[in-house]
């Protein structure tokens, strides 16, 4: 029932940004924590980083800290703000929700979207 849409994917060169953007169909986002993952061409999904619910914290995986940064309107949107990426940044992102306050891995989180894709050249 609830449905997610990731936009802002593109190519973008090596040290370039973009911010990735995700509606959700629901009421409030802040009944959720809010997650990123990606996958890469033969590569298994990996965590990327999330967003507690109520906004108390957000985590990011060791690859991207310092670079990426989550945040949300806290109404139906979430954002993923890509800095200095690296060609290891390409893959298509997926953003996801989670009915728990402090999920721990994919399986925590139950909804998501189809996904946005990443190209970064060198």
């Known amino acids: 029932q609830v449905r997610l849409v990731e936009s802002g994917g593109g190519l973008v060169q090596v040290g370039g940004s973009l911010r990735l953007s995700c509606a959700a169909s629901?009421?409030?986002?802040?009944?959720?924590?809010t997650g990123w993952f990606r996958q890469a061409p033969g590569k298994e999904r990996e965590f990327v980083s999330s967003?507690?619910?109520?906004?108390?914290?957000g985590d990011y995986a060791d690859s991207v800290k310092g670079r990426f940064i989550i945040s949300g309107d806290r109404v139906n949107t979430v954002y993923l703000q890509m800095d200095s990426l690296r060609p290891e940044d390409s893959a298509i992102y997926y953003c996801?929700?989670?009915?728990?306050?402090?999920?721990?891995?994919?399986?925590?989180?139950?909804?998501w979207g189809q996904g946005t894709q990443v190209i970064v050249s060198s």
């Open positions: 967003f507690s619910a109520d906004a108390t914290s």
């Open positions: 996801a929700l989670s009915r728990k306050i402090d999920p721990v891995g994919a399986s925590d989180f139950h909804v």
């Open positions: 629901v009421r409030t986002i802040n009944e959720y924590a």
